[in-house]
Structure formats: C-alpha cells, structure tokens
C-alpha cells in the first residue's frame, strides 16, 4: 500500500493527481461535477460541445483513478496479503500484472500487489506529460486513446475485485451509494466515449 499511504498507519488519503486550476482542463473538470449534481449521470458523461475529445478522456481518466484510488482506500484494512492472496474477481477473473516495461511476463500476485503496481503505473502515465499533457496547446500522442482505454479497462478491475470481494465491508462503512454511483459513472462514460 505504499502508493496509497505511504505506510499503512497513516491511513490519510491524498489524491495523487491534480489538474491544475485555471487550465482548460480544470474547466471541463468543473463542468463534468457540475452536471454530475444534476443527478443525470447520463448527461454528466457526454462530451460537451465544441471540446475536444482527447481533453475530456484525460480528464475523466484522471478522476476515475481518483476516485477508485479514494474507494479503495478506504477498504485497505480489509484486503490484505492475507485476505486476498490472488487479485480476482471470482474464480473465473483472475488478473496477473505486466506493465510491459518493468514487469514484462504477467505475474500472479496478491490483490494489494496488484493494485499497488496498477495505481503506481496508472500515476506514471498521468504524470507523462506526453501522454496527458496539461498545458494547452499541447497536442496528445497518437496512441492517447489507447493508453487511456488500457488504465481504464485495469481499474475497472479493481471495481471487480471491491465488488466481488468486499462488498460486504463496504456495506459495514456504509459506503456502497458511493461505491454504486462512481461505478455507474465509470460504466456510462466508457460506454459513451466507446472506450
């Protein structure tokens, strides 16, 4: 958990990517709360006229990794080497680790593992101004969108993983309206944008 918290006693969530105030980014991010208050989440994950799609994907993506990095957090103490000793959802999803740079066969490892490694990647990435640049005017790279349905398709894994393996706990925080709108939220907005 070392992405998460640093050690494990400081229990103290920090989002671990900002947009910057004032950016053109930072705007799209105030309209997409905005719409998202309406109580349409349908509405909430359209494309907004005239704006660019690259810029709306990299915004959304960036508050999805937040928002999960913010749902796990809170079940830290639930999913432990222990508890969860292979990452899954079920018996039939087990998911194995590659990164394709440090990490280049897929391993088998346990839930944290894993989801340590994959927010780890997934802040690399955000943080690649080449892949996610934040300045405007910068144009994204070419395979942008795919890199953006790669970091979105291995959280939704760990959306899997909460659902199927601790459920329960979450309904002891009383955090499962939370849980349910952010994953209704992630599912309409890669269904929209196709990714």
């Not at 309406?38 to 508050?63: F, I, K, Q, Y």
């Not at 934040?134 to 291995?154: D, H």
Request: aromatic share 14%; with cysteine.
């Amino acid at each position: 958990m070392s992405f998460l918290f640093g050690n494990r006693s400081s229990k103290t969530f920090k989002p671990k990517k900002n947009i910057p105030e004032g950016s053109h980014q930072y705007e799209l991010l105030k309209h997409a709360e905005a719409t998202l208050g309406s109580g349409n989440l349908r509405m909430a994950v359209m494309l907004p006229e005239g704006e660019d799609l690259n810029e709306w994907v990299a915004v959304n993506t960036v508050d999805f990794f937040n928002q999960i990095n913010m749902l796990y957090g809170t079940i830290t103490d639930f999913c432990t080497e222990e508890s969860c000793p292979v990452m899954s959802a079920g018996p039939k999803y087990e998911y194995h680790w590659a990164d394709g740079t440090n990490i280049k066969k897929p391993i088998k490892c346990s839930a944290p593992k894993y989801i340590d490694y994959l927010m780890t990647w997934v802040q690399d990435q955000l943080d690649d101004e080449t892949l996610f640049p934040s300045k405007i005017g910068v144009p994204f790279k070419r395979n942008f969108m795919s890199v953006a349905k790669t970091i979105l398709k291995r959280l939704f894994r760990v959306y899997a993983h909460i659902y199927h393996q601790h459920f329960d706990s979450v309904m002891q925080l009383q955090e499962e309206a939370h849980l349910n709108t952010s994953f209704k939220h992630f599912i309409f907005f890669v269904q929209v944008e196709n990714l």
